[in-house]
């Protein structure tokens, strides 16, 4: 294909097919079953790619059918899987010079880089016309998820948020049975979680280990990012980042968008009005709890209201518990049943009038216990509408390559089970959690020195304004303060 045949292609993809009309390059059918022009493919590029990264850029890689064409990762030995499974694949350190480098040779971008760095990456992506997946949580705070949910709508980019939960035929069945009003209406939720399974709720360290051999310090600085700078520890990076504040979303900003997602989705929640919550707390000393403002604390236990709905025409409150707290067995679950997970360790409850819907994360194992004590579970035959359900993770990538090529707004675009217009308010609430849990930690202190926790009450929320109503201070956690040199727009 020449140059500025590509050339255009690039273009096409970025306004999208179904603004163009269609395809103007041979389509696959002509070429015959099973094979795909080059002209087909897209060119993705990633940011982070170890982790959880390793996984993502392979399925949208999708066994060849799209081109790899650049990784981003700040520490390439722990991505060095990845970059022996994609050698043509071009390395970078710093997404920012990746994205500016090569930009029209990029149609989309993989985001699995930890969740301080979600916000600044997408929006930089989308701002450039590049469609972009972006891991959960979608962002690092509400602010981010609101904006970033606004500027896909603005710069028509085909999104996905990484709860690939979400494309699972489990919710497809759980609102299935909801609609068919088998559980009626409903009043109450529960969400739990075994997380955090890392070190949390511990002091700052204090000690300056050298630095991986593998990252230098302009690395280092790379990794920080928009966050505030400290030395490198390996309590931050790789994996554990996510028990500080600084970097990471703690025990709700890990699961809450894969366990809180399928009550959100199957009731069509919007905006939660009120939250209130209590957290663990940890003693070194007799009667005087640490005082770690920096870090997520061990457990915690929210409490969130929402208004009645269409889809449930009654108030609803949706109860969150971490660190392995869990919810007491309804009467009528019998006590040897697990609830959600093996072991009950993570799960989802839905209290309806008549039964209650239980599911595990990625709303897997769904079951409904009706009062009238029948028991229903997942019908084998279930049929869904995801072409791609048997793909790995459902088909959550696939689903967005797919629709990227189909174009914004197509048919293919609005099956997405969690583009931003979805993931965005998801992520508010989940987020929501983390607002009260910052709010009630943080403290501020009286003249004679002493910690005064104004933020220790119920927090009334103002979701279209983004807005604590009655504890001002706490709206300082709704966004957050970028590092000199980064921003969000
Ligand atoms: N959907 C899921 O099932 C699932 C599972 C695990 C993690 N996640 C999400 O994936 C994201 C990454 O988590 P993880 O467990 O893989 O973390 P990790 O620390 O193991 O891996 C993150 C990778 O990103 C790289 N990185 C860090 N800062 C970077 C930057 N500024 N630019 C480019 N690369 C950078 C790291 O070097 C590392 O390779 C998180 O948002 C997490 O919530 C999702």
Not at 431 to 438: E, S, T
């Amino acid at each position: 294909m020449k140059k500025s045949q590509q050339q255009n292609r690039r273009e096409f993809i970025k306004k999208g097919a179904a603004v163009a009309g269609g395809f103007f390059i041979v389509p696959r059918h002509v070429l015959g079953k099973g094979f795909i022009a080059p002209s087909d493919k897209l060119n993705i590029a990633a940011i982070g790619a170890g982790g959880k990264g390793s996984s993502d850029i392979k399925n949208a890689y999708n066994k060849g059918a799209e081109n790899i064409v650049a990784l981003c990762d700040v520490d390439h030995a722990r991505c060095e899987g990845t970059i022996k499974e994609f050698p043509s694949a071009k390395l970078y350190k710093d997404f920012r010079k990746m994205l500016t480098e090569m930009g029209k040779d990029i149609d989309a971008v993989v985001i699995s880089a930890p969740d301080h760095i979600h916000g600044i990456a997408a929006m930089t992506a989308m701002q450039m016309g590049k469609h972009v997946y972006v891991q959960k949580p979608l962002t690092h705070n509400i602010y981010e998820a609101r904006q970033l949910t606004e500027a896909a709508r603005k710069y028509k980019m085909v999104t996905q948020m990484g709860n690939q939960g979400a494309s699972n035929p489990g919710q497809q069945q759980m609102i299935k049975w909801f609609d068919e009003g088998k559980i009626g209406k409903v009043k109450e939720v529960h969400v739990w979680t075994n997380r955090p399974v890392w070190p949390q709720g511990i002091k700052v360290p204090t000690d300056k280990p050298a630095l991986i051999e593998s990252m230098s310090a302009s690395d280092w600085d790379l990794f920080i990012g928009p966050a505030e700078f400290v030395d490198y520890h390996p309590l931050y990076h790789p994996f554990k980042w996510r028990g500080w504040w600084n970097f990471g979303t703690g025990a709700l900003g890990d699961m809450g968008c894969h366990l809180i997602d399928p009550p959100f989705r199957v009731l069509e929640l919007g905006y939660p009005t009120e939250v209130e919550c209590s957290v663990g707390q940890v003693f070194t000393r007799d009667w005087t709890p640490e005082y770690i403002p920096e870090g997520c604390p061990p457990s915690s236990h929210v409490q969130l209201k929402f208004p009645a709905t269409k889809k449930n025409p009654t108030d609803l409150t949706m109860v969150w518990y971490d660190g392995g707290i869990r919810p007491f067995h309804p009467s009528i679950i019998p006590a040897d049943d697990d609830i959600g997970d093996a072991g009950s360790t993570n799960g989802a409850m839905l209290l309806g009038e008549k039964g209650v819907m239980t599911c595990g994360t990625y709303g897997l194992n769904p079951k409904i216990y009706l009062n009238s004590g029948e028991k229903l579970e997942m019908d084998k035959n279930f049929k869904t509408d995801n072409p791609n359900e048997k793909l790995p993770e459902y088909g959550h990538h696939v689903s967005w390559t797919d629709a990227i090529k189909a174009g914004f707004n197509s048919k293919e675009h609005k099956a997405l089970t969690s583009s931003f217009d979805y993931a965005g308010p998801l992520t508010e609430t989940v987020l929501m959690g983390n607002l009260a849990i910052r709010s009630y930690t943080t403290a501020s202190k009286d003249k004679n020195g002493k910690l005064e926790f104004d933020g220790r009450k119920k927090l009334i929320w103002d979701g279209p304004k983004m807005e604590i109503t009655n504890y001002k201070d706490g709206n300082q956690f709704v966004g957050r303060k970028y590092r000199d040199g980064w921003k969000l727009i």
